[in-house]
């Protein structure tokens, strides 16, 4: 049988895992981007070029993913952008640590990563925002 509109609007498909970061003295909680987010998350990767087409932006990726999927125990997110410069200070290791969870449950795989540091149509690459 078919799920009818407010059995899916009613669905919690924001799951989040705890990661113990030792270097942070803890742990944290990472979770599922929404829909929005992801687009957010997708397009603040890119570099717009003059001749319409588009190139990964990797300056900043770590700490972008982190801010869209750290959150407290209730699935609020923690950080903001305006948080993104104290983020690309933190230890790599810790925040790699953190990256994979965020990567295994966004499904966002080694070849979304290749994806987009292909030029791409701005087409394409307008095609989430």
């Not at 942070?24 to 997708?42: C, L, N, P, S, Y």
């Not at 993913?65 to 810790?94: M, R, Y």
């Not at 292909?118 to 095609?127: F, G, T, Y």
Request: net charge negative.
């Amino acid at each position: 049988m078919a799920l009818t509109k407010e059995e899916i609007l009613k669905a919690d498909d924001l799951p989040k895992k705890a990661v113990n970061v030792p270097a942070w003295g803890g742990e944290v909680f990472v979770r599922t981007m929404t829909a929005i987010e992801k687009d957010q998350f997708e397009e603040s990767n890119r570099n717009h070029e003059d001749d319409g087409s588009t190139t990964f932006n990797a300056v900043g990726y770590r700490a972008r993913l982190i801010q869209k999927t750290v959150c407290d125990e209730n699935g609020n997110l923690l950080f903001t952008e305006d948080d993104l410069p104290a983020l690309q200070k933190k230890s790599g290791k810790a925040i790699d640590l953190v990256i994979k969870v965020s990567q295994e449950l966004n499904a966002i795989t080694d070849e979304d990563l290749k994806a987009l540091e292909k030029n791409l149509p701005a087409a394409l690459a307008n095609a989430s925002t």
